[in-house]
């Protein structure tokens, strides 16, 4: 038996808590959009996606329709979440 230093548990739940926090914040990017506001920058966008947030990121692209028609988004976006089914099913 190895012992980690965070039960897996902890983690999926801070995986959930990211992931929700991405959708939300994709959700508020297009808002941000439809009132011409100023914008949650693309980069940042990106690297949520990539630092976990990849199924929020996805969600939030499907649901919103947001960042759809950028090829970085439904290039990356896609493969990070391949990425992290990878990671999460060789790990657990």
């Known amino acids: 038996m190895t012992e980690t230093i965070f039960p897996q548990e902890t983690i999926l739940a801070a995986l959930k808590t990211l992931n929700t926090a991405v959708f939300l914040i994709y959700g508020m990017d ?12 693309e980069r ?6 990539i630092a976990g947030g990849s199924f929020g990121a996805l ?34």
């Not at 692209?61 to 060789?90: C, E, G, N, Q, S």
């Open 30 to 41: 297009k808002f941000l959009a439809k009132i011409h506001s100023k914008r949650v920058p």
């Open 44 to 49: 940042f966008l990106l690297l949520l996606a």
């Open 59 to 92: 969600g939030g692209m499907i649901f919103f329709r947001h960042k759809t028609k950028h090829w970085k988004f439904r290039v990356i976006v896609p493969l990070t979440v391949i990425a992290h089914l990878v990671l999460y099913l060789t790990y657990r």
